[in-house]
């Protein structure tokens, strides 16, 4: 092991990589067609089945690493799967005539969302995931459906 990984953190990396891959296939596969709410749904849907049938791997992403290893922790690998699906965001602000540059702020807003969700289900275990992907695709779709060009706070105060 050793010799092929360089210790425990090196196989630890290959485990979070090979799971982020998996991961983020599947919700790539899920967001390549269909409308901007459809997108929304499968993504949902996508992670959730991930997180039901890969309860081990999930457990591997959604923890922090071992405090020895420089790669893996939870908000890295939050960003990197924020990162990986921007691109939906830009391509679909760009088509609404939004300004793309917000694009990275709801990519890791819907990512957290997502994950929390899926956190909060593994010990639930209920109601069943089309039923859980259903309220946060609603959620999520209802918030960027109603967007404002320039997101103003209500009160003006900080």
Do not use: C
Request: glycine share 8%; hydrophobic share 40%; aromatic share 8%.
């Amino acid at each position: 092991m050793y010799e092929h990984f360089g210790g425990k953190e090196g196989l630890y990396a290959v485990v979070v990589d090979r799971e982020m891959d998996y991961v983020v296939r599947r919700i790539a596969e899920a967001i390549g067609s269909g409308t901007p709410r459809e997108r929304v749904e499968h993504a949902s849907l996508a992670f959730l089945t991930y997180v039901r049938d890969h309860p081990d791997g999930f457990a591997v992403l959604s923890q922090d690493s071992p405090v020895t290893s420089t790669h893996g922790r939870m908000s890295s690998l939050l960003n990197d799967l924020a990162e990986r699906v921007g691109h939906v965001f830009v391509e679909a602000l760009r088509e609404a005539g939004y300004d793309t540059k917000a694009a990275p702020i709801y990519a890791h807003a819907l990512v957290g969302m997502v994950t929390f969700v899926g956190k909060w289900w593994t010990d639930a275990r209920s109601p069943r995931i089309e039923e859980v992907a259903k309220h946060m695709s609603a959620l999520a779709w209802m918030g960027l459906r109603h967007l404002p060009k320039q997101p103003k706070l209500g009160s003006g105060r900080a």
